[in-house]
């Protein structure tokens, strides 16, 4: 698994910036964001995962990738006919998304080799023109396999609930972390946790890792 070159450095910036966060890197000391797979893989991953379980997902990309004998390309999966991948578990719609993507890969509708040289907005502007590809997945991406230092997912639920955890009594009218994000509650710690990530530049992408990593013991990767 590659890792971040700036993750010693960032982790000192937050700590002597953010006393809650120095404690929730001196509580995590193993472990940093990461990626396991390609640029393809890693998006049609991503969106295999939409709105099923982990366990699932997990179930269906290993049918998926024994269907192109472990070795994911675009060119393998515009070979594959529809019920192939269906017979994988794919949905009708993801079926759509990921001969969308794998289409966009192979006709250069995105430009792997020249992202390295643009911004976040730029890559995230190509990336959403692929099916299936909305704005959070693509900051999945620059975070996960662009490996960008300074990414928030405002729109991450579980990133809003794993800072009003952290964060929260730091505030006169904290209330239970059991309280639905949904609404005015989650557009507040929306807005409240952007404000705090002003402390966290440029280095936004390795508070996201800590904050995720208080809600769930397992390292987040994809």
């Known amino acids: ?10 982790c000192a910036h937050l700590t002597k910036h953010d006393k809650v966060m120095g404690a929730l890197i001196a509580a995590y000391p193993t472990g ?12 049609v991953r991503s969106v295999v995962g939409q709105q099923i379980s982990v366990k699932a ?30 017979g994988c578990g794919f949905s009708g719609s993801k ?20 992202w390295d040289g643009m911004s976040d907005d730029a890559v995230i502007g190509e990336l959403v023109k692929l099916p299936g590809i909305g704005r959070w997945t693509a900051e999945m991406f620059l975070m996960f ?18 800072f009003k ?24 710690w929306q807005r409240r946790m ?7 530049r440029p280095y936004r992408s390795v508070a996201s890792w800590y904050l995720w990593r208080l809600l769930d013991p397992e390292e987040v990767a994809y």
């Open 165 to 188: 955890q952290a964060y929260g009594h730091d505030y006169a009218d904290f209330d239970d972390v059991r309280v639905a994000m949904a609404g005015p509650h989650l557009k507040l």
């Open 32 to 43: 940093m964001l990461g990626t396991r797979g390609e640029a393809l893989t890693t998006l």
């Open 194 to 200: 952007q404000e705090a990530g002003e402390r966290w």
């Open 57 to 86: 997902a997990a179930s269906i990309w290993a049918r998926f990738e024994a269907v192109l004998d472990g070795h994911v390309t675009a060119a393998g999966i515009l070979a594959l006919s529809d019920e192939q991948m269906r």
């Open 95 to 114: 079926v759509r998304y990921v001969r969308g993507i794998a289409q966009g890969f192979a006709d250069g509708t995105v430009h792997p080799g020249l």
């Open 145 to 162: 396999f662009l490996m960008r230092p300074d990414v928030l997912a405002v729109d991450d639920i579980g990133l809003v609930k794993g």
């Open 1 to 10: 698994m590659l890792r971040p070159v700036y993750w010693q450095e960032a």
